[in-house]
């Protein structure tokens, strides 16, 4: 049985990963000419995510490009002494099993997991979609498939194809999120330095295995930002706009970034799908129901997402029809619950007023000195928040993994 996966950053190779080794016949189509490498940001991994890498027998590799991230300090406009956090007290009360890692390095571990099982073409992408699995590609060339999934992200090319423009089922929930790969001027290892005012936060982090470093910038507008998601020069001018007129060593990191090449900007949106299959067309990762980047949890619902759309598939024999819904019934609660996590974290991660300034200061300090046994329980007591990613559990697909059959009539 033959599957398209369009997308090959994080979703499309676990798919890939999982698919093949339920008998399916699987090509990734990626429109980069090559496996993405540029620069990426840090992404989370909760418990869930982490037990499916386990599964997949890729929990080493991937352990060791975790960051390594521990501390970070935080430094306030007009205030000469900054306050720091032991950032093991948060995560460890988050999730009972958590790493960090940057994105491409993720991606990279997938893929080199999976290239020699699914066919990888690079530097092409799908053109249309025909009922009947007819893909017309831009490259000119025309194949059919039983499946098509969107792996794409949240621009996703198929999702359009398939249910239209993307202003239908986007809601930007207030912030916009930069992150741009700078040199490492300030001997970052193990430790974040940011600094954060009213509406904005700004940051630089590195990893022990990186050369160089990342500087991530968040802010709220009241009202959306008129630039185009490829229009790399208005973005840059936009980031100047907003934090041009800081203190601290933002000066240095903007002059940074207008030097690099190695640039990533876009609104913190949420996608809201009532569905995301339409015949024999899915959705998974960002490109279905991505709750926000970088407040939602994006990157470990979508390596869950991944896991249990091919292991429907598999537990349906490959029957769209059957498959698509058990699917979307089984983390539909996560999609949901996600989304209004991170509609609470894109107002509460960046300080709205200088009360919520100090707000966060205060709140560095209480965490500082509260036994961290006494953080992880205060946080076990809802799974609606921090913990929300922690609270799914996982169905075990091996009983139903056979080799698929066509599902065409």
Known sequence: MKVLVSGASVTG????????????EVTVVERA?????????????????????????????????????????????????PVELELRRILTAVSDRHIEIMRDDLSEVFHEATRHDAAYVFGDSIASI?????????????????????????????RRLTFGPEERFAAWIGAYLAVASVPNFL??????????????????????????????????????????????????????????????????????????????????????????????????GDAGYCPGPAVGGSTSLAVVGAYVLAG??????????????????????YVRRSRAFARRAARGIVPGSRFDVWALTQGIRLVNHLPVALTRAATKISSKGVRLHDSIRLKDYAAHARPATSSRP
Do not use: C
């Not at 037990?51 to 501390?71: C, F, Y």
């Not at 050369?211 to 630039?227: I, V």
């Not at 913190?268 to 339409?278: E, F, M, N, P």
């Open 13 to 24: 190779p676990v798919l890939a990963y999982w698919l093949t080794r339920y008998g399916f």
């Open 33 to 81: 000419p090559a496996l993405r490498k540029s620069g990426g940001h840090a992404v989370d991994l909760f418990r869930p995510a982490m037990d499916i890498v386990e599964k997949m027998g890729l929990l080493e590799p991937v352990m060791a490009r975790k960051t390594g991230t521990d501390r970070l300090r935080v430094h306030r406009e007009g205030r000469a002494r």
């Open 130 to 158: 025909a009922e009947d699995g007819e893909v017309r590609f831009d490259s000119g060339r025309q194949d059919r498939f039983d499946l098509v999934i969107g792996a794409d992200g949240l621009h996703s090319n198929v």
């Open 187 to 284: 001997g970052l290892d193990g430790r974040m330095e940011a600094m954060a005012g009213e509406g904005y936060m700004a940051a630089v982090y590195s990893a022990a295995h990186m050369d160089d470093a990342r500087a991530g910038f968040l802010f709220r507008t009241p009202e959306p930002l008129d630039y185009h998601y490829r229009d790399v020069a208005r973005q840059k001018e936009l980031l100047r706009e907003r934090f041009g007129g800081l203190g601290w060593q933002v000066p240095r990191i903007l002059d940074e970034v207008d030097r690099t090449s190695v640039f990533y900007f876009d609104s913190i949106t949420q996608l809201r799908l009532d569905s995301w299959s339409r015949g024999r067309v899915t959705l998974a």
């Open 312 to 333: 429907e598939l598999a537990a349906h024999g490959g029957d769209h029809r059957t498959a698509y819904p058990a699917y979307e019934a089984e983390i539909g609660e």
